[in-house]
Protein backbone atom coordinates (compact mmCIF):
# COMPACT_ATOMS: atom_id res chain seq x y z
CA UNK A 1 0.00 0.00 0.00
CA UNK A 2 1.19 3.31 -1.07
CA UNK A 3 2.08 6.16 1.85
CA UNK A 4 -0.88 8.60 1.96
CA UNK A 5 -1.14 12.59 3.33
CA UNK A 6 -3.20 14.29 5.34
CA UNK A 7 -3.69 18.09 5.05
CA UNK A 8 -5.16 20.59 8.11
CA UNK A 9 -6.59 23.18 7.01
CA UNK A 10 -7.60 26.34 8.70
CA UNK A 11 -8.16 29.59 8.62
CA UNK A 12 -4.39 32.00 8.42
CA UNK A 13 -2.71 34.66 10.26
CA UNK A 14 -1.01 37.33 9.45
CA UNK A 15 3.01 37.05 9.81
CA UNK A 16 3.31 39.41 11.98
CA UNK A 17 1.03 41.91 14.43
CA UNK A 18 2.31 44.65 12.68
CA UNK A 19 0.45 46.93 10.56
CA UNK A 20 2.14 46.26 6.50
CA UNK A 21 1.93 42.10 7.69
CA UNK A 22 -1.81 42.70 8.75
CA UNK A 23 -2.89 45.30 6.10
CA UNK A 24 -1.45 42.35 3.48
CA UNK A 25 -3.60 39.59 5.48
CA UNK A 26 -6.75 41.37 5.53
CA UNK A 27 -6.92 42.39 1.78
CA UNK A 28 -6.33 38.49 0.89
CA UNK A 29 -8.69 37.14 3.26
CA UNK A 30 -10.80 40.03 2.57
CA UNK A 31 -10.72 39.82 -0.93
CA UNK A 32 -12.17 36.19 -1.30
CA UNK A 33 -15.30 36.11 -2.63
CA UNK A 34 -17.04 33.87 -0.66
CA UNK A 35 -16.10 36.08 2.24
CA UNK A 36 -17.22 39.15 1.34
CA UNK A 37 -19.39 37.68 -1.89
CA UNK A 38 -20.77 41.38 -2.72
CA UNK A 39 -20.89 43.12 -4.56
CA UNK A 40 -19.10 42.17 -7.48
CA UNK A 41 -15.76 43.18 -9.16
CA UNK A 42 -14.64 46.08 -9.34
CA UNK A 43 -16.69 46.94 -6.49
CA UNK A 44 -15.38 44.56 -4.18
CA UNK A 45 -12.23 45.59 -4.31
CA UNK A 46 -12.80 49.17 -4.09
CA UNK A 47 -14.99 48.44 -0.38
CA UNK A 48 -11.68 46.23 0.72
CA UNK A 49 -9.18 48.38 0.05
CA UNK A 50 -10.72 51.57 -0.03
CA UNK A 51 -12.88 51.28 3.12
CA UNK A 52 -13.05 48.13 5.55
CA UNK A 53 -9.04 47.55 5.28
CA UNK A 54 -8.64 51.50 6.25
CA UNK A 55 -11.20 51.19 8.81
CA UNK A 56 -9.56 47.98 10.10
CA UNK A 57 -6.23 47.56 9.96
CA UNK A 58 -4.84 49.26 13.17
CA UNK A 59 -7.48 48.11 15.31
CA UNK A 60 -7.16 44.24 13.96
CA UNK A 61 -3.30 44.77 14.46
CA UNK A 62 -3.58 46.12 18.31
CA UNK A 63 -5.64 43.40 18.71
CA UNK A 64 -2.86 40.78 17.15
CA UNK A 65 -0.37 42.47 19.48
CA UNK A 66 -2.32 41.24 22.47
CA UNK A 67 -2.46 37.33 21.92
CA UNK A 68 0.85 37.15 19.64
CA UNK A 69 2.98 34.77 21.07
CA UNK A 70 7.21 33.91 21.42
CA UNK A 71 6.09 31.13 18.62
CA UNK A 72 4.21 34.12 16.39
CA UNK A 73 0.47 33.64 15.60
CA UNK A 74 -1.55 31.50 18.61
CA UNK A 75 -3.58 29.75 15.15
CA UNK A 76 -0.53 28.97 13.51
CA UNK A 77 1.73 27.96 16.35
CA UNK A 78 -1.04 25.76 17.86
CA UNK A 79 -1.72 24.18 14.47
CA UNK A 80 1.55 22.79 14.25
CA UNK A 81 1.97 21.35 17.28
CA UNK A 82 -1.37 19.59 16.23
CA UNK A 83 0.44 18.53 12.96
CA UNK A 84 3.93 17.28 15.10
CA UNK A 85 1.52 15.34 17.64
CA UNK A 86 -1.09 14.02 15.03
CA UNK A 87 1.99 12.92 13.07
CA UNK A 88 3.43 11.10 15.96
CA UNK A 89 0.09 8.82 16.55
CA UNK A 90 0.13 8.01 12.92
CA UNK A 91 4.10 7.07 13.14
CA UNK A 92 2.99 3.40 12.31
CA UNK A 93 0.35 3.90 10.38
CA UNK A 94 2.60 4.93 7.10
CA UNK A 95 1.21 8.48 6.67
CA UNK A 96 2.53 11.95 6.57
CA UNK A 97 0.69 15.12 7.96
CA UNK A 98 1.04 18.24 5.96
CA UNK A 99 -0.55 21.92 7.19
CA UNK A 100 -1.96 24.73 4.93
CA UNK A 101 -3.27 27.57 5.70
CA UNK A 102 -5.70 29.47 3.53
CA UNK A 103 -4.57 32.83 3.95
CA UNK A 104 -0.87 33.41 4.63
CA UNK A 105 1.39 30.62 5.10
CA UNK A 106 1.95 27.97 5.11
CA UNK A 107 0.28 28.48 1.67
CA UNK A 108 -2.15 25.69 -0.14
CA UNK A 109 -0.19 26.60 -3.09
CA UNK A 110 3.44 26.05 -1.64
CA UNK A 111 2.54 23.26 0.15
CA UNK A 112 0.80 20.87 -2.35
CA UNK A 113 3.70 20.29 -4.43
CA UNK A 114 5.36 19.09 -0.93
CA UNK A 115 2.66 16.21 -0.98
CA UNK A 116 3.88 15.32 -4.57
CA UNK A 117 7.73 15.86 -4.15
CA UNK A 118 6.82 13.21 -0.93
CA UNK A 119 5.59 10.59 -3.86
CA UNK A 120 1.93 10.75 -2.68
CA UNK A 121 -1.08 10.78 -4.53
CA UNK A 122 -4.19 10.22 -2.32
CA UNK A 123 -4.91 12.98 -0.25
CA UNK A 124 -7.68 13.00 3.27
CA UNK A 125 -8.37 16.64 3.02
CA UNK A 126 -9.59 17.58 6.30
CA UNK A 127 -10.50 21.24 6.89
CA UNK A 128 -10.65 22.04 10.72
CA UNK A 129 -14.06 23.63 11.04
CA UNK A 130 -16.63 21.29 12.37
CA UNK A 131 -19.51 23.43 10.90
CA UNK A 132 -20.00 24.24 7.08
CA UNK A 133 -19.61 27.60 5.95
CA UNK A 134 -19.34 29.42 2.87
CA UNK A 135 -16.55 31.50 4.17
CA UNK A 136 -14.79 29.30 5.57
CA UNK A 137 -14.95 25.32 5.16
CA UNK A 138 -16.09 25.91 1.24
CA UNK A 139 -13.53 28.35 0.70
CA UNK A 140 -10.71 26.39 1.92
CA UNK A 141 -12.08 23.59 0.23
CA UNK A 142 -12.13 25.21 -3.02
CA UNK A 143 -8.82 26.95 -3.18
CA UNK A 144 -7.23 22.84 -2.44
CA UNK A 145 -9.11 21.95 -5.85
CA UNK A 146 -8.25 25.00 -7.74
CA UNK A 147 -4.83 25.17 -6.81
CA UNK A 148 -4.55 21.85 -7.59
CA UNK A 149 -5.85 22.24 -11.35
CA UNK A 150 -3.73 25.61 -11.61
CA UNK A 151 -0.55 23.47 -10.76
CA UNK A 152 -1.55 20.82 -12.65
CA UNK A 153 -1.12 18.34 -9.82
CA UNK A 154 -1.58 14.30 -9.79
CA UNK A 155 -3.20 14.46 -6.58
CA UNK A 156 -6.45 12.67 -5.42
CA UNK A 157 -8.44 13.97 -2.13
CA UNK A 158 -11.13 12.85 0.07
CA UNK A 159 -12.82 15.21 1.46
CA UNK A 160 -13.35 15.59 5.43
CA UNK A 161 -17.51 16.67 5.67
CA UNK A 162 -18.48 19.06 8.50
CA UNK A 163 -17.66 16.88 11.75
CA UNK A 164 -20.28 19.00 13.97
CA UNK A 165 -21.96 16.37 15.54
CA UNK A 166 -19.66 13.29 14.89
CA UNK A 167 -19.87 11.41 18.65
CA UNK A 168 -15.49 10.91 18.53
CA UNK A 169 -15.19 15.02 18.25
CA UNK A 170 -18.22 15.78 20.64
CA UNK A 171 -16.26 13.37 22.98
CA UNK A 172 -13.34 15.40 22.59
CA UNK A 173 -15.12 18.39 22.96
CA UNK A 174 -16.21 17.58 26.52
CA UNK A 175 -13.31 16.20 28.04
CA UNK A 176 -11.71 19.13 27.27
CA UNK A 177 -14.20 20.94 29.10
CA UNK A 178 -14.66 18.82 31.92
CA UNK A 179 -12.12 20.48 34.58
CA UNK A 180 -14.14 23.44 34.18
CA UNK A 181 -17.70 22.08 33.98
CA UNK A 182 -16.56 20.20 37.06
CA UNK A 183 -16.05 23.83 39.07
CA UNK A 184 -19.30 25.83 40.32
CA UNK A 185 -20.53 28.18 37.61
CA UNK A 186 -24.18 30.26 36.55
CA UNK A 187 -24.18 29.65 33.31
CA UNK A 188 -22.19 28.45 30.16
CA UNK A 189 -22.38 30.58 26.98
CA UNK A 190 -21.66 28.49 23.32
CA UNK A 191 -20.33 31.73 21.54
CA UNK A 192 -19.93 30.59 17.78
CA UNK A 193 -18.19 32.79 14.84
CA UNK A 194 -21.41 34.56 13.55
CA UNK A 195 -22.60 34.88 9.84
CA UNK A 196 -24.37 37.29 7.88
CA UNK A 197 -28.24 35.82 8.20
CA UNK A 198 -27.96 36.09 3.91
CA UNK A 199 -24.94 33.78 3.95
CA UNK A 200 -27.89 31.16 5.67
CA UNK A 201 -30.48 31.81 2.86
CA UNK A 202 -27.80 31.21 0.29
CA UNK A 203 -26.76 28.18 1.56
CA UNK A 204 -29.98 26.82 1.41
CA UNK A 205 -30.27 24.19 -1.11
CA UNK A 206 -34.38 24.32 -0.88
CA UNK A 207 -34.47 28.32 -0.88
CA UNK A 208 -37.50 28.00 1.55
CA UNK A 209 -36.29 26.57 5.21
CA UNK A 210 -33.27 28.54 6.40
CA UNK A 211 -35.10 31.04 8.90
CA UNK A 212 -38.29 31.08 7.55
CA UNK A 213 -39.39 29.74 10.88
CA UNK A 214 -38.14 30.52 14.61
CA UNK A 215 -37.62 26.77 15.03
CA UNK A 216 -35.93 26.14 12.19
CA UNK A 217 -33.03 24.06 12.67
CA UNK A 218 -35.12 21.86 14.98
CA UNK A 219 -37.12 20.56 11.65
CA UNK A 220 -35.52 18.38 9.61
CA UNK A 221 -34.54 19.17 6.11
CA UNK A 222 -32.00 18.76 3.50
CA UNK A 223 -30.90 22.20 3.99
CA UNK A 224 -28.67 21.51 7.34
CA UNK A 225 -26.26 19.59 5.13
CA UNK A 226 -25.01 23.40 4.19
CA UNK A 227 -26.64 25.36 7.27
CA UNK A 228 -24.26 26.66 9.37
CA UNK A 229 -26.69 27.57 11.89
CA UNK A 230 -28.67 24.26 12.17
CA UNK A 231 -24.85 22.58 12.78
CA UNK A 232 -24.41 25.18 15.63
CA UNK A 233 -27.05 23.96 17.46
CA UNK A 234 -26.58 20.39 16.98
CA UNK A 235 -23.30 20.84 18.75
CA UNK A 236 -24.13 22.47 21.35
CA UNK A 237 -27.23 19.89 21.78
CA UNK A 238 -24.92 16.77 21.45
CA UNK A 239 -22.26 18.57 23.88
CA UNK A 240 -24.88 19.23 26.72
CA UNK A 241 -26.15 15.10 26.12
CA UNK A 242 -23.72 13.73 26.77
CA UNK A 243 -21.93 16.77 29.32
CA UNK A 244 -25.57 15.79 31.24
CA UNK A 245 -25.85 20.15 31.39
CA UNK A 246 -29.28 21.43 32.99
CA UNK A 247 -30.61 23.00 29.83
CA UNK A 248 -31.45 26.26 31.75
CA UNK A 249 -27.98 26.78 32.28
CA UNK A 250 -26.36 26.92 28.85
CA UNK A 251 -27.04 28.87 25.54
CA UNK A 252 -26.17 29.87 22.37
CA UNK A 253 -25.00 33.26 20.80
CA UNK A 254 -22.83 34.51 17.56
CA UNK A 255 -19.43 36.74 17.70
CA UNK A 256 -17.86 38.90 15.23
CA UNK A 257 -20.60 40.55 13.38
CA UNK A 258 -19.98 43.44 11.16
CA UNK A 259 -22.37 46.44 10.81
CA UNK A 260 -25.11 46.64 7.56
CA UNK A 261 -27.18 43.81 7.28
CA UNK A 262 -28.36 41.27 10.03
CA UNK A 263 -25.88 38.11 11.17
CA UNK A 264 -27.04 35.51 13.53
CA UNK A 265 -28.47 36.45 16.57
CA UNK A 266 -27.86 36.25 19.95
CA UNK A 267 -24.81 38.39 19.76
CA UNK A 268 -21.93 37.65 22.20
CA UNK A 269 -21.07 40.56 23.24
CA UNK A 270 -25.17 41.47 24.30
CA UNK A 271 -25.18 38.15 26.35
CA UNK A 272 -22.49 39.19 28.06
CA UNK A 273 -24.31 42.19 29.24
CA UNK A 274 -27.56 40.35 29.98
CA UNK A 275 -26.64 37.68 31.50
CA UNK A 276 -24.59 39.70 34.19
CA UNK A 277 -27.63 41.78 34.50
CA UNK A 278 -30.19 38.62 34.78
CA UNK A 279 -27.73 37.39 37.61
CA UNK A 280 -25.45 35.02 36.06
CA UNK A 281 -22.49 36.37 37.71
CA UNK A 282 -20.03 33.27 37.65
CA UNK A 283 -20.02 31.67 33.36
CA UNK A 284 -18.03 29.67 31.48
CA UNK A 285 -17.93 30.65 27.49
CA UNK A 286 -16.99 27.50 24.89
CA UNK A 287 -16.04 28.76 20.82
CA UNK A 288 -16.60 25.39 19.41
CA UNK A 289 -16.53 27.03 16.03
CA UNK A 290 -12.85 27.00 16.28
CA UNK A 291 -10.92 23.94 16.82
CA UNK A 292 -7.06 26.26 17.77
CA UNK A 293 -7.19 29.47 19.81
CA UNK A 294 -7.12 32.14 17.87
CA UNK A 295 -7.74 36.20 17.41
CA UNK A 296 -11.25 35.53 17.66
CA UNK A 297 -11.11 33.51 20.93
CA UNK A 298 -8.34 34.53 22.94
CA UNK A 299 -8.80 38.47 22.18
CA UNK A 300 -12.27 38.78 21.60
CA UNK A 301 -13.82 36.37 24.35
CA UNK A 302 -11.37 36.17 26.77
CA UNK A 303 -10.07 39.50 26.54
CA UNK A 304 -12.73 41.90 25.57
CA UNK A 305 -15.76 39.65 26.55
CA UNK A 306 -14.12 38.83 30.03
CA UNK A 307 -13.88 42.81 30.64
CA UNK A 308 -17.67 43.55 29.18
CA UNK A 309 -19.20 40.72 31.39
CA UNK A 310 -16.86 41.83 34.53
CA UNK A 311 -17.92 45.97 33.39
CA UNK A 312 -21.52 44.93 33.22
CA UNK A 313 -21.81 43.25 36.93
CA UNK A 314 -20.24 39.33 36.81
CA UNK A 315 -18.06 38.26 39.10
CA UNK A 316 -15.95 35.49 37.04
CA UNK A 317 -15.46 34.91 33.69
CA UNK A 318 -13.96 31.49 32.34
CA UNK A 319 -13.11 31.10 28.72
CA UNK A 320 -12.74 27.42 28.09
CA UNK A 321 -9.62 26.77 25.67
CA UNK A 322 -10.55 25.12 22.06
CA UNK A 323 -9.37 21.88 21.49
CA UNK A 324 -6.13 22.64 20.68
CA UNK A 325 -3.57 19.72 21.23
CA UNK A 326 -5.44 18.14 23.26
CA UNK A 327 -5.07 14.17 23.84
CA UNK A 328 -8.57 13.78 23.41
CA UNK A 329 -8.59 15.62 19.78
CA UNK A 330 -5.11 14.45 18.72
CA UNK A 331 -6.85 10.55 19.15
CA UNK A 332 -9.94 11.25 17.53
CA UNK A 333 -8.26 12.94 14.44
CA UNK A 334 -5.57 9.58 14.63
CA UNK A 335 -8.79 7.54 14.38
CA UNK A 336 -10.60 9.54 11.67
CA UNK A 337 -7.41 8.97 9.47
CA UNK A 338 -6.79 5.54 10.03
CA UNK A 339 -10.80 5.11 9.15
CA UNK A 340 -10.01 6.85 5.81
CA UNK A 341 -6.88 4.55 4.95
CA UNK A 342 -9.12 1.12 6.07
CA UNK A 343 -11.20 1.91 3.20
CA UNK A 344 -8.65 2.72 0.52
Known amino acids: MSQRAILLLNLGSPE ?45 AHAY ?60 LFPQYPHYAMSSYETAVAKVFAETRRLALPLRFEVVQPFYDEPGYIS ?30 KADSSGAHCLTLPNCCDICSPAHATCYRAQTVRTTKAFAKLAGLDPAKYSISYQSRLVGEPW ?40 AGCETFLAAGGLSFAHIPCLNEHPAFITWLATRVRAWMATE
Not at 30 to 48: F, H, K, M, N, T
Not at 86 to 112: C, H, K, S
Not at 269 to 276: C, H, I, K, N, T
Request: hydrophobic letters at 45%.
Open 264 to 303: LTPYTDLEFVRLAKEGRKNILVITPAFTVDCLETLEEIRL
Open 65 to 124: SKVWTDDGSPLVATSRRVQQKLATALAADDALVFLAMNYGQPAIAEVLPLIVAAGITDVL
Open 16 to 60: SPEVPDVRRYLREFLSDPRVIDRPGQPWRSALVNGLIIPLRVKKS
Open 172 to 201: ALVESARPFLAQPYDHLLFSYHGLPERHMK
